[in-house]
């Protein structure tokens, strides 16, 4: 699944090439991918120009300049691709929004887990999915005061509480691993033996993190590219997750994959030892 720096790589790819853009045209080939009337959906969203491509977390936020915002969420294998091509349209494309100067904003899943809301811009706070949010990393509200009765009221293992986005958003599987590593924290640690050092670890490693990533286009492990059809370069620089059974790059101890709360999950266990 895309995370925080995947969704910002796409959001940024979109924003060059949609912003200022009319759409003229929807197609939802695909009716559950919209939550809500599809109809109305489509009545709202043709005539509006794209005013900026935000991103709260994981979600993509298309404003437009009606006061209507599409909430975009990739899920798994979600993508989206600006095209002129015909070609660029097949099975799995299920919305087409038909741009002014020609191109087609054409929105591709696979799996078709991916999903859309229209809503009310100045309501979105409000919106549950993006209500439940907790802060996430680079932002002002990604601070030690907030974060901590976060995570201390948790006696679950701190993998499954830092993938909960109602307590951190925007981090996955992928970049909990990293950041535990980093921190030297068992993934099976409970929560709630964290010391303030632990917590302040966490926000510092993670704002690394998510500034690395972003800045190599973020990790490309199965399917993901972004809106410009190129894959990402951090997975080059992972140091755990998908690297079992080879050196931990800080104490030459092999890593190991083991399942924590159902996911697949990486860690080194010499450097990472359950408080």
């Given at each position: ?8 790589t ?7 090439q949609?912003k ?7 197609e939802?080939?695909y ?10 959906f ?11 491509v ?6 993509l936020?298309i404003h437009?300049?009606?006061?209507y915002?599409?909430?975009s969420h990739l899920?798994m294998?979600?993508r989206?691709r600006i095209?002129?091509?015909p070609?660029a349209i097949d099975k799995?494309s299920h919305?087409i ?6 191109q087609?904003?054409i929105?591709?899943?696979?799996r078709k ?8 811009t ?5 919106n549950k999915?993006?209500h439940k ?7 002002a ?9 976060r ?6 293992d701190i993998k499954?509480v830092l993938?909960?986005?109602?307590v ?15 921190v ?5 640690t ?14 510092e490693a993670s704002?690394?993190e998510?500034?690395n990533?972003?800045a190599?286009?973020?990790s ?12 990402g370069?951090m ?8 690297k079992?059974?080879t050196p931990c790059?800080r ?19 010499k ?5």
């Amino acid at each position: 699944m895309p995370e925080m720096p995947e969704v910002e790589t796409v959001r940024r790819g979109l924003n060059a090439q949609v912003k200022g853009r009319k759409i003229t045209d929807v197609e939802i080939r695909y009716q559950n991918l919209i939550t809500g009337d599809v109809d109305q959906f489509k009545e709202f969203v043709t005539g509006a120009t794209i005013t900026d491509v935000g991103r709260r977390a994981k979600f993509l936020l298309i404003h437009l300049d009606n006061g209507y915002t599409i909430i975009s969420h990739l899920r798994m294998e979600g993508r989206y691709r600006i095209s002129a091509d015909p070609s660029a349209i097949d099975k799995h494309s299920h919305a087409i929004f038909t741009l002014d100067n020609g191109q087609k904003m054409i929105y591709n899943d696979v799996r078709k887990f991916g999903r859309m809301q229209l809503w009310n811009t100045d309501d979105l706070a409000n919106n549950k999915s993006i209500h439940k949010l907790g802060p996430e990393p680079l932002s002002a509200e990604f601070t030690f005061e907030d974060l901590k009765p976060r995570i201390m009221r948790h006696r679950k293992d701190i993998k499954t509480v830092l993938l909960d986005q109602s307590v951190m958003s925007g981090l996955g599987n992928i970049y909990v691993d990293e950041v535990l590593w980093k921190v030297k924290l068992h993934p099976e640690t409970p929560a709630n033996h964290l010391t303030d050092t632990d917590i302040q670890n966490i926000i510092e490693a993670s704002n690394q993190e998510m500034k690395n990533a972003i800045a190599s286009g973020g990790s490309t492990i199965r399917s993901y590219v972004d809106a410009t059809g190129h894959t990402g370069n951090m997975q080059n620089s992972l140091q755990v997750y998908g690297k079992e059974g080879t050196p931990c790059p800080r104490c030459g101890t092999d890593i190991v994959k083991i399942k924590v709360g159902g996911r697949g999950t990486h860690f080194c266990p010499k450097c990472q030892v359950v408080k």
